[in-house]
Nanobody
Framework: VQLVESGGGLVQAGGSLKLSCAAS????????MGWYRQASGKQRELVAG???????NYADSVKGRFTISRDNAKNTVYLQMNSLKPEDTAVYYC?????????WGQGTQVTVSS
């Protein structure tokens, strides 16, 4: 199983980034996909989730700025991040949930400068 993330980087406050995560090798049905983040010295937190056939959910801190979407044919999940703030700086992790397992990407660094 591989979750390959891309799209992180350095951006100025107010800028945008789009993260992508492509999953391969998963033989079980994917129930939900999502993005988590972990800032230095803090716990990992849910940023956004998108279940199969359900409504999306977002952390309060990113509502109205971030948009999660998925392409089921490609087993890929995206996170469009707009109006980025320095407090969005973190390592962002892709997460894929099946009925049996949770899979994680390797993480991609997002740094927002003020």
């Amino acid at each position: 199983v591989q979750l390959v993330e891309s799209g992180g980087g350095l951006v100025q406050a107010g800028g945008s980034l789009k993260l992508s995560c492509a999953a391969s090798g998963i033989i079980f049905r994917i129930n939900a996909m999502g993005w988590y983040r972990q800032a230095s010295g803090k716990q990992r937190e849910l940023v956004a989730g998108i279940p199969s056939g359900g409504s999306t959910n977002y952390a309060d801190s990113v509502k109205g700025r971030f948009t999660i979407s998925r392409d089921n044919a490609k087993n890929t999940v995206y996170l469009q991040m707009n109006s980025l703030k320095p407090e969005d700086t973190a390592v962002y992790y892709c997460n894929v949930k099946t009925g049996a397992y949770d899979y994680w990407g390797q993480g991609t660094q997002v740094t927002v400068s003020s």
